[in-house]
C-alpha cells in the first residue's frame, strides 16, 4: 500500500559530494517524518538526518556542516546532499517514513531499500 523508493547514492573520492533521494508512494494521508539512516558494515543502523512536518530537522552531529536535507511535500519527497564526504560515511543509506494513511489514523513507519554510498579513493 506505501511504498518508499531511493535513487542516487554511488561511488564518490573523499571530499566529494554526493545526493541520494526517495519518494513515498501509495496510501498516505500525510507524512510526519522523513529522514535518512545509514548502516556501515558491522554497525548498527543510525540517524543522520530528518525533517518533521512542521518544519523542524535534526542532523547526526557528523554530519553536521556538511549534509543538507530538504523535503518536497508535494511530492511527499525527501532528498539529502551530501558534502565534504569522508571514508566514514560510507555505509547504506535508507530512507524512512513516518506516516498516517489515512486522517486520525495511527502513524506507521516505512523503509526504502537502501542505496550504497561509497566514499573511496
Known amino acids: 500500500q506505501v511504498q518508499v523508493v531511493e535513487s542516487g547514492g554511488g561511488l564518490v573520492q573523499p571530499g566529494g559530494s554526493l545526493s541520494v533521494s526517495c519518494a513515498a508512494s501509495?496510501?498516505?494521508?500525510?507524512?510526519?517524518?522523513m529522514g535518512w539512516y545509514r548502516q556501515a558494515p558491522g554497525k548498527q543502523r543510525e540517524l543522520v538526518a530528518r525533517?518533521?512536518?512542521?518544519?523542524?530537522?535534526n542532523y547526526a552531529d557528523s554530519v553536521k556542516g556538511r549534509f543538507t536535507i530538504s523535503r518536497d511535500n508535494a511530492n511527499n519527497a525527501v532528498s539529502l546532499q551530501m558534502t565534504s564526504l569522508k571514508p566514514e560515511d560510507t555505509a547504506v543509506y535508507y530512507c524512512?517514513?513516518?506516516?498516517?494513511?489515512?486522517?486520525?489514523?495511527?502513524?506507521?513507519?516505512?523503509w526504502g531499500q537502501g542505496t550504497q554510498v561509497t566514499v573511496s579513493s
Open positions: 524512512n517514513a513516518d506516516l498516517q494513511m489515512v486522517a486520525g489514523g495511527p502513524t506507521y513507519r516505512y
Open positions: 525533517i518533521i512536518s512542521g518544519g523542524s530537522v
Open positions: 501509495g496510501t498516505i494521508f500525510s507524512i510526519v517524518v
